[in-house]
């Protein structure tokens, strides 16, 4: 443990003897926290990860992450007594055993008042996929055919709360230089254009959102919306847009119960590119698995707090998708479940980390949970 303290301490820029085991424990309960770590001590976390994505396979990666306390202006108190989340700032890199691999650095930040959130985020990538047709053609759900997506990745979003409500709205602009290829020859169902495509798009967010903590909520719900158009006047190569409609609520009738629903809703027009097609979000289910012009899913989740930092998980779901003419009424339903493990990381944030083993159509998969599993 004493050398662990020292790793940690090298990283928040402090003399070894400058952290002890009383840093990193909470004062309710006595037991390990990184509250104070995080949040006092202003370092930089080295934080090694696991992927266990199935799209790319098994790997891992590390990133430096920076958390830094939003306290309230002076002579101020924070709005309604809520906890205003740290600014974060992190850069790291990762690879995965299928070859693929990637950067990134990228900033979170709040106003201290919680009235301001903007983001900043670029990438680099080079991701190993599968194509397994959209879920309404014919054939879909065959062996997928292999591809190599490359990708140069921008992302800016700015949000301001309307005042005197839970209200933020702003604008998002993503901005992205991507090549693909196919290892066997482009499927005939991706149109050429697809392969080399610059995109650029902005757009319109709308979000409500009054959870206790936006690491992992025990109250609240969180509803978003968004218009992304994607067009040649915001930098891009073609026309097309994606559409959101999102709801994640959580109650807890008991106090060692947490209950969370979700619904989902996404979809696309024009000419989108075959990377970009909704597709069902749930664990258990490789991402982009399957897709279609519009994609909607819904799940629950509860969360059995076990002994005040231990808590048991469990959840499941089903999801859609669907073509222009269909629509989701008719499309088939695939569903996913599991369970899982939390540990009650940082108190002051509401942070929970874990881990979820999960069940789809056609395989299982586990996954590394930091905060809340939904998005």
């Keep these: 443990m004493r050398g662990l303290l020292a790793i940690l301490a090298v990283a928040a ?38 992927i266990t994505e199935p799209a790319i396979g098994y790997g891992g990666g590390a990133a430096l992450l920076f958390f830094d306390r939003n306290a309230p202006p002076p002579g101020a108190a924070a709005r309604e007594g809520r906890f205003v989340p740290p600014d974060i700032t992190a850069a790291g890199g990762m690879a995965t055993e299928n070859g693929t691999r990637g950067g990134f650095a990228g900033h979170l930040g709040f106003s201290s008042d919680g009235n301001w959130r903007y983001v900043g985020a670029v990438a680099r990538t080079s991701l190993n996929l599968s194509w397994f047709g959209a879920d309404f053609l014919p054939g879909a759900g065959s ?83 968004y218009v992304h158009d994607f067009a040649p006047r915001w930098g891009g190569d073609q026309s097309f847009r994606l559409y959101k409609a999102a709801v994640n609520a959580f109650a807890s009738p008991r ?27 749930l664990r258990g289910i490789p991402a982009l698995r399957y897709q279609g012009e519009q994609a909607a899913v819904a799940e629950v989740e509860a969360r059995w707090n076990l002994d005040g930092r231990w808590s048991a998980v469990g959840f499941g779901g089903a999801g859609r998708a669907a073509g222009p003419e269909e629509g989701l009424g008719s499309a088939k339903t695939r569903w996913a479940g599991g369970v899982g493990i939390r540990y009650f990381l940082a108190r002051a944030m509401g942070l929970h980390v874990g881990v979820d083993v999960a069940r789809g159509p056609e395989e299982g998969a586990f996954y590394i949970v930091m905060g809340s599993a939904w998005r």
Excluded: C, H
């Design 255 to 281: 106090r060692d119960l947490v209950l969370g629903g979700r619904l989902d809703w996404r979809g696309s027009s024009g000419n989108t590119p075959f990377y970009a097609l909704p597709f069902v979000e």
């Design 13 to 50: 820029s402090l003399p070894a003897a400058a952290l002890s085991l009383e840093d990193f424990r909470d004062p309710q309960d006595g037991r390990f926290d990184t509250s104070r770590f995080l949040l006092d001590l202003n370092g930089f976390l080295p934080l090694p990860f696991i």
């Design 143 to 225: 062996a997928g055919r292999d591809y190599n997506l490359d990708a140069d990745l921008l992302v800016a979003d700015v949000r301001r709360r309307i005042p005197g409500t839970d209200w933020m709205a702003g604008l998002r602009y993503v901005r992205a230089d991507t090549q693909s290829r196919f290892d066997l020859g482009r499927p005939a169902e991706v149109p050429q254009r697809s392969l080399d495509v610059a995109i650029g798009g902005l757009a319109l967010v709308a979000e409500y959102d009054d959870r206790d903590s936006i690491f992992t909520p025990g109250s609240g719900k969180r509803i978003t919306a």
